[in-house]
Nanobody, 131 residues
Framework: EVQLVESGGGVVQPGGSLRLSCVAS????????MSWFRQAPGKEREGVSC???????YYADSVKGRFTISRDNAKNAVFLQMNSLKPGDTGPYYC?????????????????????????WGQGTQVTVSS
């Protein structure tokens, strides 16, 4: 059974940092593209960052330069280091397993990794950025 379990969320002041973790089980983790999504209040779920099995990383413009995705295949885990957090980063964060191990950018180079490309999701961990 595939499982994804996130942790690391919390309440932080603007400018602060958090590190999210997602531990996976039930599949060969090292073979899969993994991503982080978030869902701001009243908005659709959006992709934040993804990492392919070969280590390639991609970021949405809204988080580029502030967030860093990484993975530890020995621990079946993917991480999201979030720095310089803003109130607009508030919401639940989900890790997800992709059904395809392809680029997370479109032909123009913009971040593109829609939810339909993912088959398993964690339960989410809440991030709240507030003073």
């Amino acid at each position: 059974e595939v499982q994804l379990v996130e942790s690391g969320g919390g309440v932080v002041q603007p400018g602060g940092s958090l590190r999210l973790s997602c531990v996976a089980s039930g599949f060969i983790f090292s073979d899969e593209r993994m991503s982080w999504f978030r869902q701001a209040p009243g908005k659709e779920r959006e992709g934040v960052s993804c990492m392919r099995s070969d280590g390639s990383t991609y970021y949405a413009d809204s988080v580029k330069g502030r967030f860093t995705i990484s993975r530890d295949n020995a621990k079946n885990a993917v991480f999201l280091q979030m720095n310089s957090l803003k109130p607009g980063d508030t919401g639940p964060y989900y890790c997800a397993r992709s059904v395809v191990d392809i680029s997370c950018s479109d032909v123009s180079g913009a971040y593109y990794s829609p939810p339909i490309e993912y088959d398993y999701w964690g339960q989410g961990t809440q991030v709240t950025v507030s003073s």
